[in-house]
T-cell receptor, first 110, second 117 residues
């Protein structure tokens, strides 16, 4: 089976940096995605990692270590609008289906 | 980026009736579409995967006779919830992807909130 773990909730201060961790145990690995989901809305794509290392995209960065089954999403210069759930998703094989973690609800406070 | 639309955005229906939800890729051809269900404070649960022109592949525990999926074209997939019951009330989200199977980002629709009374 597939197992993806993320912290349930996190709180961080506006302007600060926050790191959201994700660990996974899957039958195979062919990519890890991070999505942002605001309450009542559909997820929006943030990042994709398939090789080890850090991918940076503006205020958001995502890191992957395949040997450790570990990824993190780093959000810099936090803004109030960053308050949302962040979903880690893994694609176990070559097929496009992905498995989502339960998500981390991030609250940004002033 | 690619745009996926869903219709309706919300629907209220009576128990025992059927509801059809449409998912369209507006500016790309979606070789694969996915249907998810999300209950409050829970993550997305994949219900089924559909490829254009072929039968959908349902996840374990999802009744294929209750959740009818049709992917008749590269831009349209429909999910019909038949004989809906209050426990089917949920947020239904579709996603679409195209291109190479090795890396295909999923583009999500805005979701359809179904309430069965």
């Amino acid at each position: 089976g597939q197992n993806i773990d993320q912290p349930t909730e996190m709180t961080a201060t506006e302007g600060a940096i926050v790191q959201i961790n994700c660990t996974y145990q899957t039958s195979g690995f062919n990519g890890l995605f991070w999505y942002q989901q605001h309450a009542g809305e559909a997820p929006t794509f943030l990042s994709y990692n398939v090789l080890d290392g850090l991918e940076e995209k503006g205020r958001f960065s995502s890191f992957l270590s395949r040997s450790k089954g570990y990824s993190y999403l780093l959000l810099k210069e936090l803004q109030m609008k960053d308050s949302a759930s962040y979903l880690c998703a893994v694609r176990p094989g070559g097929y496009q289906k992905v498995t989502f973690g339960t998500g981390t609800k991030l609250q940004v406070i002033p | 980026g690619a745009v996926v639309s869903q219709h309706p955005s919300w629907v209220i229906c009576k128990s025992g009736t059927s509801v059809k939800i449409e998912c369209r890729s507006l500016d790309f051809q979606a070789t694969t579409m996915f249907w998810y269900r999300q209950f409050p404070k829970q993550s997305l649960m994949l219900m089924a995967t559909s490829n254009e022109g072929s039968k959908a592949t349902y996840e374990q525990g999802v009744e294929k006779d209750k959740f009818l999926i049709n992917h008749a074209s590269l831009t349209l997939s429909t999910l019909t919830v038949t004989s809906a019951h209050p426990e089917d009330s949920s947020f239904y989200i579709c996603s679409a992807s195209g291109g190479r199977a090795e890396f295909s980002e999923q583009y999500f629709g805005p979701g359809t909130r179904l309430t069965v009374t």
